[in-house]
């Protein structure tokens, strides 16, 4: 390679630079580094090369990335070795000079397009690769679009794999952990193979705009769960599973990445709103974009960006589902990504809201931004992306409806009914579940949150299909001024699988007189999204209530009526429905989430690292029947390889007395012992599990 000249090898020094760019979780035999920032290589000679070092102003570095690299789009770029680097673009500093060797200090700009780069050696008209590696974005930079300030929210939105996702009731928070495994095996290459496939689909690819995280965001987004034939995941919807895995079996995105993978690019079955967000954080955490799990309870979805939701029942409180998109979902789940954005104005940096769940949309792709969540909470709804949609999700107020038997709609007479009552997410360092709404909205009758909500008023009232809809909504003139009977539903806000629902109802007449009212007791289980599966148990009362009168009303609906139709998010609503002698109607409603029995898991005093341990875990049986067919699924980063399913042996029930034949299975050279007893009331199933390491588990029944 020229006179005196010849390359024996590139050191990439792997190991060191990918443990000063964080990355050396994702590999130590590939180089991976953050753009912004140094790394360093060696390039050794085979002969010394005194002679040439008078012609070092002729050697160059050159990089170029993408398919269709050029110098134009700066994706190819040549630069010199020199004795000065520059922090500011690609630069290459000679830092040691040796007869048989150079160190060189190679500097990344700190807005080049992310990816994977070919990195070659010039020297006059000959030139010679000395390797590869891969570019991300770089949230320890302060140059980066993605710099994040505090070195304990890079740690937790960054290098965590481990995480919680919320979800249950407003008054139940219930929690799931998650194994986001962003530094698996192959998944930086699915990631950038997901921003191949996905820019594909744009007319106007470019590869440049991988230097931009607002285009990865989207371009992610549009890849997890939009209408292509090549996305990762398809939406369940309300429908059965039979043909793939519900969405509450997945406990982490490595295997639904590397599942895709093996599907050759067709979406896997099948994901809800917790799952996309779920992945699409194991993707941009990956690519260096800082991200977390949000999850807001009560949301209004498919609205069209209008602030006004309807829910339709029939008179006996039963929940329908006309062909109206909109409805409250019990919970939805998105994704939080942060950013600066030079695209707007300075306030608007910081954390945006990202949501890969469909939603329909006058125009535009169905997912949601990203959009900063500062816009959101001050109703600037005008802003980019699709603040309009997220302000409308979380701000929206729900008018109940009574179908009629004569096809007439009837306003029931409810406590105005708010979305977005509480948005929360992981807390950094913990498994504490942090309240973080008042990031998205000012205090309920707050006099800024009133200001806000009249500003979004005043903006959107000019279209006639706001106004329109509206007029719909609205309680007619002097109906309003003879609401005389108060009720309020309340319950437990969660029950262990088998226990019988207790339901309190108080209603209470101001009208002057005596009242003679008709009450409808339901219980109706739910899809997180709002869609009704069966009612499951229905009673009705008759009451006469004199003048500032106080009825209540106690009442126990047995296991037996609502155990058999749960559906997978095991959400019950309660109603009810009160119809006065006047046929005015009221109403209230209640959600209640049903857990299963919890796991008990029993360690032994002292481990010893590297060496096998044995771990008990005891799940005691609410149901007066047996539990048959039970799958516990064993996983643990670092302890365990891959997940294990560990399903029930057979047993035979035999005067009274229980029988458990025993399974054995080898597992990681150690012998893997398991004994699970038939259950019935009060008795206890023990798993014995000897392996090396201490798994985290999750039931499934």
Not at 175 to 187: C, L, S, T
Not at 236 to 246: F, I, K
Not at 454 to 474: F, G, H, N, P, W
Not at 613 to 620: D, F, G, R
Request: glycine content about 6%; hydrophobic content about 35%; proline content about 5%.
């Amino acid at each position: 390679m020229g006179q005196g000249l010849s390359i024996k090898k590139c050191d990439l020094k792997i190991i060191m630079n990918n443990n000063n760019h964080h990355t050396e979780e994702i590999s130590t035999e590939r180089l991976i580094v953050r753009r912004g920032q140094p790394f360093i290589i060696t390039v050794s000679f085979s002969s010394p090369i005194h002679n040439y070092l008078k012609q070092l102003k002729r050697t160059f570095l050159s990089v170029q990335t993408g398919p269709q690299y050029s110098k134009a789009d700066r994706t190819q770029v040549k630069f010199p070795v020199s004795s000065l680097g520059d922090q500011k673009q690609w630069s290459a500093k000679l830092e040691e000079q040796h007869p048989y060797f150079w160190t060189i200090s190679v500097n990344t700009p700190a807005n080049a397009p992310i990816g994977q780069y070919d990195l070659f050696l010039h020297a006059s008209k000959v030139y010679c690769l000395l390797g590869k590696f891969i570019l991300l974005f770089n949230p320890w930079c302060r140059d980066d679009l993605v710099f994040l300030p505090n070195e304990a929210q890079r740690q937790e939105y960054i290098l965590n794999q481990d995480g919680v996702i919320y979800w249950g009731t407003e008054n139940e928070i219930l929690a799931q952990p998650w194994d986001f495994g962003q530094f698996d095996v192959g998944i930086v290459d699915i990631c950038f193979r997901l921003l191949d496939i996905g820019e594909g689909y744009q007319q106007d690819k470019d590869q440049t705009q991988r230097k931009n995280p607002i285009y990865i965001c989207r371009t992610v987004a549009a890849m997890i769960n939009c209408n292509l034939s090549r996305k990762i995941l398809t939406e369940s919807g309300t429908r059965e599973c039979y043909d793939g895995t519900p969405p509450s079996k997945w406990l982490g995105s490595s295997s639904i990445l590397q599942q895709w993978v093996t599907l050759q690019g067709q979406p896997v079955r099948y994901g809800q709103c917790w799952v996309f967000a779920a992945v699409m954080c194991s993707v941009l955490r990956c690519l260096g974009i800082p991200t977390r799990v949000v999850t807001g309870f009560t949301w209004a979805h498919n609205t069209n960006s209008n602030p006004n939701v309807n829910e339709y029942y029939d008179e006996d409180g039963t929940l329908l589902t006309p062909d109206k998109s909109a409805r409250v979902w019990t919970f939805h789940v998105w994704n939080e990504c942060w950013m600066a954005r030079t695209d707007l104005l300075p306030e608007y940096s910081g954390w945006q809201a990202l949501d890969a769940t469909c939603q329909k949309k006058i125009e535009g792709p169905s997912f949601c931004g990203p959009a900063p969540v500062q816009a959101i909470k001050e109703g600037d709804v005008e802003v980019d992306y699709d603040v309009c949609y997220f302000f409308a999700a979380m701000n929206a107020k729900c008018k109940v409806w009574i179908h009629m038997a004569d096809d007439i709609l009837k306003p029931a007479f409810i406590c105005t009914k708010y979305t977005g009552n509480n948005i929360s997410t992981k807390s950094v360092g913990s498994e504490r579940c942090e309240d973080i709404t008042h990031n998205y909205k000012y205090p309920e009758g707050s006099l800024p949150e009133k200001k806000v909500l009249d500003k979004v008023y005043r903006k959107i009232k000019t279209l006639q299909a706001i106004s329109s809809r509206r007029e719909i909504i609205s309680v007619p003139p002097g109906l309003e001024e003879r609401v005389n009977l108060f009720i309020h539903l309340q319950s437990k806000s969660s029950l262990i699988l088998g226990q019988d629902i207790p339901l309190s109802i108080e209603m209470f007449n101001y009208s002057g007189r005596e009242k003679s009212t008709h009450l409808v007791l339901g219980v109706q289980s739910l899809h997180y999204n709002g869609v009704p599966i069966m009612q499951l148990w229905k009673e009705k009362f008759n009451f006469i209530i004199r003048n500032n009168e106080v009825n209540t009303l106690q009442v126990f609906v047995p296991y037996s009526w609502y155990g058999k139709e749960l559906g997978e998010n095991r959400l019950l609503r309660l109603t009810a429905t009160v119809r006065d002698e006047d046929s005015y109607i009221y109403f209230a409603q209640e959600e209640i989430s049903i857990c299963d029995p919890p796991l008990t898991i029993e360690f032994p005093e002292n481990v010893v690292l590297y060496q096998p341990s044995t771990v008990k875990i005891s799940l005691l049986n609410p149901l007066t029947e047996p539990l048959e067919k039970c799958v516990i699924v064993v996983g643990g980063r670092g302890l365990i390889y891959r997940q294990r399913k560990y399903r029930s042996v057979q047993t035979e029930q035999l005067n009274g007395k229980t029988n458990t034949t025993q399974a054995r299975e080898i597992l990681a050279l150690e012998k893997l012992s398991t004994r699970m007893n038939r259950q019935h009331r009060g008795r206890k199933r023990t798993l014995q599990l000897k392996d090396p390491g201490i798994p985290l588990l999750r039931d499934n029944i």
